[in-house]
């Protein structure tokens, strides 16, 4: 697709961000579009949060921060999901908080855990699972019953996920701290599968203008094959019929649909349509002259500029019995 480079350059230093980024979004969304998510960009998000019922029962939890003074809204499809229009203090700084009675926890970023639908009783592995907050929200999911094997690399964000689970009153959780491209050395073969792949933030815009210089396309291309070996390593480890959530809050589909594109070369593994019917359909035909499997089409986007959120992507998968 041509783009004119008059309006790449206008665009960028307008809204400050590095010109390949635009002209890359042009490619994507046409003029008017990019516009729109450009401007959402802009925009503060609305804060929310996710009601820890391991902690506390959701309607105890709701008549409590009502007569705090907060006001909240029910996120619709989200369980436990909740929008705070009114906040007479930090959310941060209550007792409830370290109480474990709620998680700050994106909108978007609520959705993989749904989406994966954990049981009571299973083995489910976090693949990339600091600093917890979708450890947790599987475990309230499964109701503390079965196991989380949550896996993370980096010794700092480790000691966040654990002070987390312990927050929150995870005790069907275990922690390692190792590479997850490694993990088939485990010998462990889980029900279900969540990797919410390490990524460049691209859809963190709207909390983290730095994003807009702070990421090359060499950036990008280097975290896609991060991506590709762990989602390999996340289907070694499943089990036949077993189900693997990807996500990550990217933009580039080098991150997204490229990567579900590589997985699918597997002969094993296929996408599912996912009970979540919001956002946008992802990338399915051809994008940046790679042309990519028709069944992509199931998995999800979600926009500022859509859906009031964080970018996102977010796709289901099944092995094979």
């Known amino acids: 697709m041509s783009v004119d480079e008059g309006l790449v350059k206008e665009l960028a230093g307008k809204y400050r961000y590095l010109k390949y980024m635009i002209k890359r979004y042009l490619e994507m969304f046409g003029k008017e579009e990019t516009v729109q998510f450009l401007e959402a960009n802009e925009q503060r998000l609305m804060p929310t949060l996710r009601c820890n019922t391991l902690r506390i029962d959701e309607e105890d939890f709701v008549n409590l921060f009502t007569k705090k003074g907060f006001i909240l809204e029910k996120i619709p499809r989200i369980a436990y999901g909740y929008r705070v229009f009114k906040i007479p203090f930090p959310l941060g700084a209550t007792n409830e908080y370290l109480l474990g009675f709620y998680f700050l926890q994106s909108e978007a970023s609520m959705i993989p855990v749904q989406v994966l639908d954990p049981k009571p009783g299973e083995i489910v592995i976090d693949l990339a699972a600091a600093p917890g907050a979708k450890t947790t929200q599987i475990a309230q999911f499964m109701k503390n019953k079965g196991v989380i094997i949550g896996i993370d690399i980096n010794r700092k964000r480790t000691k966040s996920l654990r002070s987390n689970l312990s927050r929150c009153g995870v005790y069907n959780a275990l922690i390692i701290r190792m590479d997850g491209r490694q993990i088939s050395g485990l010998g462990i073969q889980a029900d279900k599968v969540l990797l919410d792949a390490p990524c460049t933030g691209e859809g963190l815009i709207p909390r983290d203008p730095t994003r807009k210089t702070s990421r090359e396309l060499k950036d990008i291309l280097y975290v896609s094959e991060l991506q590709k070996s762990l989602i390999d390593a996340a289907v070694a480890c499943l089990k036949p019929g077993g189900s693997l959530v990807y996500s990550t809050c990217a933009i580039a589909p080098e991150e997204n649909e490229f990567v579900i594109d590589h997985a699918l070369k597997n002969e094993d593994i296929h996408v599912r349509k996912m009970d979540f019917n919001g956002g946008s359909p992802a990338f399915s035909d051809v994008i940046f002259e790679t042309t990519l499997h028709p069944s992509i089409k199931e ?21 094979d019995s």
């Open 299 to 319: 998995a999800r986007r979600l926009y500022p500029h859509k859906d009031g959120t964080e970018g996102f992507f977010i796709c289901k998968l099944q092995k």
